[in-house]
Nanobody, 119 residues
């Protein structure tokens, strides 16, 4: 069984920071690409950041320079460090895993964790 559990969400004020964690079970984390997506209220899910097993990372323009995605393969855990949070960052944040092959879809998703940024 492969399971992803996000944690670290909560209510913060604009300008503050928050660190999300994604704990993965199933012994497949180290060879999968990990991504963070978010779904703001009333909107579709949108891509936030992606990190390959090598540590190579990419970010959506909306979070570039503010968010940092990372992973600890030895701990089977991924992270999303969020700084300078804005009200528009308010969303349910999801961690997902996909294969590194081009065009691969996400195979696994966590349950999501709520991030609310007050103005």
């Amino acid at each position: 069984q492969v399971q992803l559990v996000e944690s670290g969400g909560g209510l913060v004020q604009a300008g503050e920071s928050l660190r999300l964690s994604c704990a993965v079970s199933g012994n497949i984390f180290s060879i999968y690409v990990m991504g963070w997506y978010r779904q703001p209220p009333g909107k579709q899910r949108e891509w936030v950041a992606t990190i390959a097993s090598s540590g190579s990372a990419n970010y959506a323009d909306s979070v570039k320079g503010r968010f940092t995605i990372s992973r600890d393969n030895a701990k089977n855990t991924g992270y999303l460090q969020m700084t300078s949070l804005k009200p528009e960052d308010t969303a349910v944040y999801y961690c997902g895993l996909k294969r590194a092959a081009p065009g691969a879809n996400y195979d696994y998703w966590g349950q999501g964790t709520q991030v609310t940024v007050a103005s």
